[in-house]
């Protein structure tokens, strides 16, 4: 896929330009000197020949059928241009050119235009507003970055150009090797899902990088990411996390959520690895591209000093590795050709004066040990050190166990630096300190143990009353408010089988003792008003009603305190429910995210949801393995399990309400926000109870 | 304080050798070529001269006298090194020579002897076992790393000498300043408390680096730290985190705690700044040795790239730090000389072809603004930028401005080599991306402002009745249990004037209905065993007795749980106790550290506590503050203070008892474990209440 990109036959360059400096040099310069064989044509109505290759005036002069056109030319040309490329039959366009969406309206016109042209021609489109993009394989070089990258596995897919030419410039220079490199710039069609899916089934590349500041299409993402990671490992540096205080938190469940926590979530649902920083993305960038998937999280570390070997096993406990427990067989081997004072325990300390041939011996013997399914090896300079030597001792070693990952980390300056060139340019990882390379281990692991543990997902088929729920939804979408009344709410849940309490709503005391009599004693009597949310911040609620007289009572009182602490709230009347039996209070909800869409929640409820924030996320549809996975994330899980001496409560009942609400919330994109606080959860076999159903919809 | 190690008069190396590669060589040639500018006496009574300087053949043919002898000399001769040293009155010693404590018995035994007679003479010890020791401001390099390090303000003190060496090789590499380089070892004498000690009022060093395995007395540790850190930063890397699983844990406070937790616990208490990786120690290092600590956590972002601007965002967000707001004046005066295009309201995005003049301009009217308290530039190599030209823009704003940090990331590779190389000589830190940057921010910042809120912590006086505690705990120490009984347990909260419900042991029916009569119905029945700690797992506890008869009843029912569910335990009788209040459940706690004493937890109790693990710790003994401070840390704080029109709870009583049981456990060190759990916590006013008080002893 997207082989006119990656792979063209052809590629011109619009815009081409004989002053050095500008755009239109530098990239036909750059396309020149990367080695690509396709044939290249300069497009400049002024010029007859840039930089020794003949030049056209236009695309449509060309003779030859063109693959790939990169435009270099001002906004306000580059709708002639798209079409000119509709004409002439272009595959793809990459428009560096800036000043269109990212410039204001005016650009974003523009750019809509142009995609236009593109789309109805069948061309697909990168940028604008972007630096190029580079195959090392082909080679192609058709970007605004002078310096090709070293051949290798790592394709970099990055929304900030500068960030990515700085990062290729820094990556060079550390010998880092890539298969291609894609700036999306302002995503007007290609966007970071098209080049997932491009690269998901191309053997050059053995792991994603991307750098996004957004997501376009937010369920193709969720389809897309889930097939590439089962491939090959995706990581993923999102940035724009401190705009997740812009979004107004108006529910419970609303304020705790960000748009940074949903694709927290959207990231780990799909198995994108998310990293916080760039270094953390080039670290894990270089074990990924180099080293195998281990098949287990056992780990051996193989030390000249104590210190280090410490730190890599604190890392280790702190990334839930394992340090490789060491066999009785195993320590005799060592014991054998090692000194006696060394430490024969994992970390194998190979003491201070250790040469090159008693690494290799360690090396080896741990590499050969089936309990360990990773290496570090750790060295620092002392006096009887050879590093160079070792580092060949790695590399040798390495080779002949080829499905553990080996890293390593050498820890010094001038002392070790042709040795770590040695290890770098043998694809072995070398970290400045232990610990990068054990977080590079774990990720690894995790890879590992994710794609090996492929859930089959069930969907139950749930029987709801559609035209019924619809048919709720739609009256209230009639009126003038957004958040339904506890009746409507309560009617709602019915019709998707989620269990509530029956609710009556009375305008007068007379209704209220009526609905009371037809749901029998003792009730529980709330005020209804869509100004009063935190009913019981006013004493809007009476439990345990038990007489008519009560009731009658009740209700005056309760239209009396709206009216004191809310004088200006419409007061719509009093809801009479059933009491209900005491439960374990859980809360679900959902809100909706403008990019992924429905975002279901679980987590504990009553007064602690607010503040112990012990809440499970996942976006809609769910199925049946990650509701109940939602829940077992939750410590609450722990207290529905029943601890010290209680009984367990129905975990299946809140698997089966939190379906529903998925469920509901798909087949409805105007259900907004939905709330059930609390969700009464009874001992197991006993089912659950939405007491407090709460929705808001949009219009 | 320590100048006969840092910078001695006179250095002997005793056991200095002809061979190159030997120690005793090496150690010599590094004092020679480091510039010492003291005398040298190479010792060795086989030779005459070592490297052109005359040699004797032991300390006692010097005729002058001699401050420091560095000894390489194997183990069993340095008995004799120390008693000559004491006749010839060295005032101090570095052994580097191995084979001490860390290789057995013997070792440990001659390491004793050495040190004693070290003591007795008066002289210093540093070591054995380890790398030595490095000023570069004398200079003296008597240590075993072959390069002298740049003069800087950085101290590091490591207990691992190979990790220093390492670390001083690639901070050479890295062109890192140090103020000096004391190698540890096995810490025979002199430990980390006597080098943060001796660094706290020198004027060379700005920030002290740790890397420690142990803390020798936690004690001292706690107060030497607590003084140096508010004259100058202490950066720890402590490692062997993974060992705290070792200690078995026994009570639900000690399932909590754990060795790593105390030292988290102590390094927070003291204002230590704890990182976890190598990397980070050294990234702060740079900052803290470099720039001046803030006036406070606004910070200004300028960029040539979006990207990397949102990512530094980003970082700020997460390290609690603000992106400084940008005052409409100041927007205006930007606005004056940046494109258009560019970002106003920082970061401030002055756009991918900023030269050198454009970073000069946002750069000075960002730090010459009030709103400003540090600032981070970032520089992406693109078509018209600028590096060196910027570096230089940069270092002479620095300079204007002394009192704001200014810190750097230039990214990318062989574009920016040489502007990094100018930032680095010119003491602006520059970080490979911006992240780092940040998190450097953000530690100067937290230090300014701990520094700044100097706390004077009032420690109240406690009246208790000491005496009447320490017969009840030696009544205990008799016999052959290590927990004490209800009854007695609230003896000694009352003793301390901690409020507990009054428990009378009852070992027969009679006793019971007797106890009850006296303290009045309703009563509390517990079953009282040693072995039968969770007394509510087999329905060991009988809440709200109402009469004699249930009394008795109750008696016999508990016995018999008892003999069905522990047929091996001894029962000693039934705990009568008058039935309480319901009240907020917290927990308070303590365990006893061998390192730093009594650590005094915490939190919210009842069933949460162990899965909720909302708890806060500190070492005891408790400032009334300090006490305060732990609730305040806890989410069950927000309880306290009435959540959702509950009351507010007596804080102050909370307070209480925390003092109270930080006296109890400072005074009686036999105290090896309490727990009060639950504490009931009742509405302001009225108190608290110890309702079930455990207290465990050591022998």
């Known amino acids: 896929m997207l082989d006119s990109f990656f792979k063209p036959s052809s590629v011109a360059v619009i815009g081409a330009s004989r002053e050095p400096g500008k755009v239109g040099y530098e990239i036909l310069k750059n396309i020149l000197s990367s080695g690509y064989k396709g044939k290249v044509y300069p497009i400049n109505p002024n010029a007859t020949e840039i930089q020794g290759v003949k030049c056209y005036p236009s695309i449509l002069d060309v003779p030859e059928p063109i693959d790939l056109g990169v435009v270099t030319l001002p906004p306000t040309l580059v709708t002639r241009i798209a079409n000119e490329a509709a004409t002439k039959g272009l595959k793809g366009l990459v428009i560096i050119s800036a000043g269109f969406k990212e410039a204001g309206s005016e650009g974003a016109k523009l750019e809509q235009e142009i995609a236009d ?90 792991v994603i990088l991307l750098y996004l500041e957004s997501v376009t299409d937010g369920e193709r993402f969720l389809k897309s990411a889930t097939t590439v990671t089962q491939k090959k490992p995706v990581i993923v540096l999102k ?83 394992k340090v490789a427990p060491v066999r009785p067989e195993t320590v005799e081997k060592l014991r054998s050709k090692l000194p006696p004072a060394s430490g024969f325990f994992n970390p194998i300390d190979i003491l201070g004066d250790a040469p090159a041939s008693r690494y290799r011996f360690a090396l080896e013997t741990m590499m050969d040990n089936p309990d360990v399914d990773s290496l570090l090896v750790i060295l620092t300079p002392q006096a009887m050190t050879e590093p160079e030597d070792t580092a060949k001792a ?65 969907f139950p088929t749930i029987i709801v009353n559609r035209q019924k729920a619809a048919e709720i939804l739609k009256s209230v979408r009639g009126g003038d408010r957004l958040t339904l009344f506890a009746s409507e709410a309560s009617q709602l849940a019915s019709a998707y089988g989620i269990p509530t309490p029956l609710i009556e709503l009375a305008t007068t005391a007379d209704e209220a003792a009526l609905a009371a009599a037809r749901l029998g004693y003792p009730v529980v009597l709330k005020i209804e008003s869509p100004q009063i949310l935190h009913k019981s911040d006013i004493g809007g ?60 929640m679980f987590g504990l409820g009553g007064i602690y949801v607010n503040f112990l924030k012990d809440v499970a996320f996942r976006l809609a549809p769910l199925s049946q393995e990650a509701a109940l996975e939602m829940i077992q994330v939750t410590k609450a899980y722990t207290l529905l399990r029943g601890i010290r001496g209680e009984a367990a409560s129905d975990i299946d009942s809140v698997v089966d309400v939190l379906l529903k609400v998925s469920k509901l919330v798909t087949d409805f994109p105007e259900i907004n926000e939905l709330d059930i606080n609390p969700l009464l959860v009874y001992d197991k076999g006993k089912g659950s109870l939405a007491l407090d159903f709460k929705v808001v919809i949009t219009h």
């Open 541 to 600: 609620v009476k439990l345990n009603v038990t007489s008519e007289q009560e009731v009658r009572d009740s209700f005056y009182e309760l239209i009396g305190r709206a009216r004191i602490f809310y004088p200006s709230a419409t007061v719509i009347g009093v809801n009479v429910q059933k009491m209900v039996p005491q439960g374990r209070e859980m809360i679900v909800g959902m809100t909706r995210d403008l990019t992924f869409g429905p975002m279901v």
């Open 394 to 458: 790695v590399i040798e070693v390495s080779a002949r166990f080829r499905n553990k990952p080996m890293t390593a980390s050498f820890i010094g300056g001038g002392a070790v630096q042709k040795a770590i060139t040695l290890l770098e340019e043998a694809q072995i990882p070398c970290y400045q300190f232990p610990e990068s390379a054990i977080e590079a281990i774990a990720e690894l692991t995790k890879y590992g143990e994710r794609v090996k543990t492929t859930r089959i997902d069930t």
């Open 117 to 206: 042209i593109c789309h109805r021609a069948g061309i697909r489109l990168l940028g604008p507003n972007c630096l190029g993009i580079i195959d090392t394989f082909t080679p192609l070089n058709a970007s605004f970055s002078p310096d090709t990258p070293k051949l290798g596995s790592i394709a970099f897919v990055s929304q900030s150009g500068a960030l990515g030419t700085a990062v290729l410039d820094w990556a060079v220079a550390e010998r880092m090797g890539f298969s291609k490199f894609v700036s999306l710039g302002n995503k007007a069609d290609l966007n970071e899902c098209d080049i997932l899916d491009a690269l998901a089934d191309e053997e050059e590349t053995k």
């Open 239 to 321: 940035s724009g996390v401190s705009a997740a205080g812009a979004r107004a938190a108006s529910s419970h469940t609303g304020a705790m959520a960000g748009s940074d926590l949903v694709f927290n979530v959207a990231f780990a649902q799909t198995g994108v690895v998310r990293v916080s920083t760039t270094a953390e993305l080039f670290d894990l960038a270089i074990a990924f591209s180099t080293q195998p998937i281990p098949a287990g999280g056992n780990v051996a570390i193989v030390t000249n000093a104590g210190g280090p070997g410490v730190l890599a096993t604190d890392a280790c406990e702190r990334y839930n590795l």
